[in-house]
């Protein structure tokens, strides 16, 4: 078995906004097969980075491999590499989950021939196959979770970007979408970069974990590790609070999935 690769790699990578950074200088590495999480507080910088990453938001300075290719000078290659799910609603609710991946099929420029299996496989592996011909707007918030990320891997990506990819759910089908990337890393062994605020989300999936703070990258390891760095009894909660000096924000009220993704994506 060949050893796992870096398909990440961050080189001092800076965004500002006039004499203000959004992300200021992270350097670190994502190996092959790994789901790593972004947890910060809000303005922490985690949409930025992962708006960099790919290709969405161009760095003030520094550089980022991606699958080997930098997003400064090879930004389409990096693209034909990754999937993102963003935090706000990208399905379309007036088609159906097998138009909404028919029409993703056609922006990554799947060969036609292969779209159809490709569609197909990618319902069955959400557990939407009996849902392909229901218009979106009926989905429940966690169908429309799982039919954009069949619409991100479509084109077979080796790197997942999710961007929140909770907020707004309920218990039951958070867990449900914590199924299905585990599916996808351990039948596809597919990379994630996940920005999340849940800390048991980060715990459930998460192989290490990256704490961002003021836009700066202030610890990063497995779950486990960080928390014995503070106390043999920590929780991620006391990590989190002992290395940015606040508490993560809570979810509220559970929200409709636009809102939620609203919300996110205004203070992120």
Not at 53 to 64: E, F, Q, V
Request: net charge negative; hydrophobic share 45%.
């Amino acid at each position: 078995m060949s050893e796992p690769k870096a398909v990440i790699i961050t080189d001092y990578l800076t965004k500002t906004y006039g004499d203000v950074p959004a992300v200021e200088a992270v350097s670190m590495t994502v190996m092959e097969g790994e789901i790593v999480g972004l947890i910060g507080p809000n303005g922490a910088g985690k949409s930025t980075l992962i708006k960099m990453l790919t290709t969405l938001l161009p760095p003030s300075s520094g550089d980022a491999l991606i699958a080997g290719y930098s997003i400064l000078t090879a930004p389409a290659k990096v693209r034909a590499h990754i999937g993102y799910v963003p935090q706000l609603l990208s399905s379309d609710g007036n088609l159906t989950g097998y138009e909404n991946l028919l029409m993703s099929a056609r922006l990554y420029l799947v060969p036609h021939h292969e779209r159809e299996e490709r569609i197909r496989s990618a319902l069955a592996l959400m557990e939407l196959a009996d849902a392909g011909d229901r218009l979106v707007q009926h989905y429940s918030g966690g169908m429309i979770r799982r039919l954009e990320i069949a619409q991100a891997m479509l084109h077979e990506p080796a790197i997942l970007f999710l961007d929140e990819p909770t907020v707004g759910l309920d218990p039951v089908a958070r867990h449900g979408i914590w199924k299905h990337m585990r599916e996808l890393r351990d039948r596809v062994g597919m990379t994630m970069l996940m920005a999340t605020h849940q800390m048991d989300e980060a715990e459930a999936l998460c192989d290490r974990i990256a704490i961002l703070h003021d836009g700066r990258l202030q610890a990063i390891g497995t779950p486990g590790a960080l928390k014995a760095d503070v106390s043999p009894d920590a929780t991620l909660d006391d990590v989190f609070a002992a290395i940015t000096g606040s508490e993560i924000a809570k979810e509220g009220s559970l929200r409709l999935i636009q809102q939620g993704r609203s919300s996110a994506h205004a203070h992120s």
